[in-house]
């Protein structure tokens, strides 16, 4: 179990590195920095001048590890744009993210398990479809268009909810539905064929020799062999959720890192996009790891391995 | 005769393509008795087995003049009730030791939840028991064997495990659905003798379903041939094997060599062609393409007949 772990450590380390070289390079390849610093009246000396003082006259590699050395240490530098600290700017904004993330996760996962259950052991039945249909159609609408269709009716006409900003936590709950509905989909498959496939195993067959109760049957035998790819995705749909929420942050006023992230791309802001991309990077190993863990908690057999 | 444990008779189960996997077959099981059901693979004793225990696939049918088990008449029974019956007063092991255990859960779960379950046990209680019963079916250090998971066992121990799990509530009939066919040469014979050894302790009536003759020798007082849905021939082990009467069960008997009596330079007996598609069902004897001594009367229906009073065919050569 210890080996398993370290093992799973290093890689996310490595992964990390990665990230990190790549994150910088792509920056430094997107245009010259010191004249989209400068912005459209600057004089050649101006950019001169911008160039020395960010340092940005120096070899690509002697920068690359002056960041990376900061970066290790806590200090990632300073926004242009907002001109303040960028690890500031992310501490503020990373909760809000955070949270959006959660509750988008949990209505997922609330969601797509009982309907993947239902399915599976109702395979093929009227109910089986109308719940592929839905599934489907989640996939298939756009999370701007369903996040305008909430605000309008749960928001404006019904006023049961607020409509932006998270003063109050149901402020969550509207763009928490439009997250969710685009994890919902892989989520409802990936379990209704892992119980479909459980449901038909031998272990299944010795469970309702025992005479066991059908609860006991579904849900402790059946669900947890069939739960270990929907734990995998359900990390990977996190990522996703905390990486790609711009254009739900930005229908719901919520200003988060997606929001940041946006903001910092389309200023050429690079210290954030740099930090952004690296806590985006770190976030997804670490919900790997966590993934594999739980796998490992679920699975005996991984253990050993 | 005693009143049988298991009583059966006119058992059909049938799937939902239309298939008729078993076509009216009677069986009695007694207590402290060994019943071999014995057939080539896809004969229908499985599905046989199946139907008693109420554990067919989904869509899968199964109606029975009477399918009696102690006093409870199986056919009407809700699967509510049925599943108070299983596991308590009859179980059954299945032929997979290797798939049949959960890979989630450790041996002493998967055996405490059987008596939890049905005598409302407390896991103390039930990890007590289940030790008690792992160390009856030749199970070493069973307090470590409760902790391990199903990977870290053998597929003797396994099914060593199966057992056990099927004897935590003392059951009246043991299904055992080719319990031995996956295991090595040397374990089947264990395996074996602990399920005589248990049943004489305990009186268990025992259903065993085999393909293996040398087993039925070994184990059987009663046997039940199966071919094609269809018991074809019925008796006590020592009548049946000494006046074998259906060309089937006599083919079957021609397939086993035996040592100081086969020939060492013929060819060992085989039946020529293979076993028939089911499908929706024959008129007439099922085993009449392959048969020697097939007449015309073979397509029509065919009564069983009895030999003696405890020994049934159904054959045409059989009729007075």
New interface residues.
């Given amino acids: 179990m210890l080996g398993f772990l370290f093992r799973r450590a290093v890689l996310a380390l490595l992964v990390c590195l990665t990230v990190l070289v790549v994150a910088f390079s792509l920056t430094r390849l997107s245009g010259d920095l010191a004249v989209s610093i400068g912005g459209p009246n600057a004089t050649s000396e101006d950019i001169a001048t911008i160039r020395k003082n960010y340092g940005l006259d120096r070899p690509l590699p002697v920068q690359f590890f002056d960041w990376a050395a900061n970066a290790a240490s806590g200090d990632l530098g300073r926004s242009y744009l907002y001109h303040a600290p960028v690890s500031g700017l992310i501490k503020e904004r990373l909760p809000i993210t955070l949270a959006l993330g959660m509750s988008g996760l949990t209505i997922a996962l609330l969601t797509a398990i009982p309907l993947g259950i239902v399915s599976a052991m109702r395979e093929g039945s009227v109910l089986d479809r109308v719940i592929g249909l839905v599934a489907l159609l989640g996939q298939a609408m756009p999370s701007f268009w369903l996040g305008l269709v909430l605000v309008i009716w749960f928001g404006l006409k019904l006023q049961w909810l607020p409509i932006s900003g998270i003063d109050t936590w149901d402020g969550f709950i509207l763009p928490g539905i439009v997250l969710a509905f685009s994890a919902i989909p892989a989520l409802l498959r990936l379990t209704r064929a892992g119980m479909i496939e459980a449901l038909?195993?031998?272990?299944i067959?010795?469970?309702?020799?025992?005479?066991?109760?059908t609860a006991?049957i579904v849900l402790k035998?059946a669900l947890?062999?069939a739960a270990m790819p929907v734990v995998s995705v359900a990390a990977v749909q996190l990522g996703f959720m905390l990486g790609g929420s711009i254009v739900i942050e930005t229908v719901f006023a919520l200003h988060g890192i997606g929001y940041l992230a946006w903001e910092s791309i389309s200023k050429n802001d690079f210290p954030v996009v740099q930090a952004v991309v690296l806590l985006l990077a770190m976030i997804y190993t670490a919900l790997t790891l966590v993934a594999d863990m739980m796998n490992a908690v679920?699975?005996?057999?991984l253990r050993?391995g | 005769m005693t009143k049988p444990v298991l009583d059966i008779v006119n058992l059909r189960t049938g799937f939902s393509d239309g298939t008729a996997a078993v076509r009216g077959i009677s069986l009695q099981v007694a207590r402290g008795e060994t019943h071999c059901l014995v057939g080539e693979s896809g004969c229908g004793k499985s599905v046989s087995a199946l139907s008693v225990m109420n554990l067919l696939p989904r869509g899968a049918r199964r109606s029975a003049d009477v399918m009696r088990f102690q006093d409870h008449d199986l056919t009407r029974l809700s699967e509510r009730d049925m599943a108070r019956l299983r596991g308590d007063k009859m179980a059954m092991i299945f032929q997979e030791p290797m798939t049949s255990l959960n890979p989630a859960y450790t041996i002493g779960s998967q055996m405490a939840e059987v008596y939890e379950r049905h005598r409302g046990a407390s896991r103390a209680a039930a990890l007590d028991r289940a030790a008690q019963l792992l160390s009856r079916v030749g199970i070493t250090a069973p307090g470590l064997r409760l902790a391990q998971y199903p990977h870290q066992l053998s597929g003797g121990l396994r099914q060593r495990v199966m057992i056990a799990m099927a004897l935590m509530c003392e059951p009246e009939l043991l299904i055992a659905d080719e319990p031995t066919t996956a295991l090595d040469v040397t374990v089947q014979a264990q395996i074996l003798r602990l399920l005589q050894a248990l049943q004489a302790e305990l009186g268990l009536a025992l259903l065993l379903i085999t393909h293996d003759l040398g087993i039925v020798a070994r184990m059987a007082q009663r046997v039940s041939v199966m071919y094609a849905g269809e018991v074809v021939e019925h008796g006590s082990a020592a009548a049946l094997f000494a006046a074998p009467t259906h060309p089937y069960t006599r083919g079957l008997l021609g397939c086993i060599p035996i040592p100081g009596k086969t020939p060492r330079d013929e060819p060992l007996g085989s039946i020529p062609g293979t076993v028939p598609r089911i499908g929706q069902g024959f008129a007439g004897c099922a085993f009449r393409d392959r048969c020697a001594h097939a007449a015309p009367a073979c397509g029509g229906t065919i009564p069983d007949q009895a030999v003696t009073p405890a020994h049934t065919v159904r054959c045409t050569m059989a009729l007075p």
């Fill in positions: 038909s195993s031998d272990y067959r010795t469970a309702r020799a025992k005479g066991l109760s006991s035998h947890r062999n679920l699975d005996p057999r050993a």
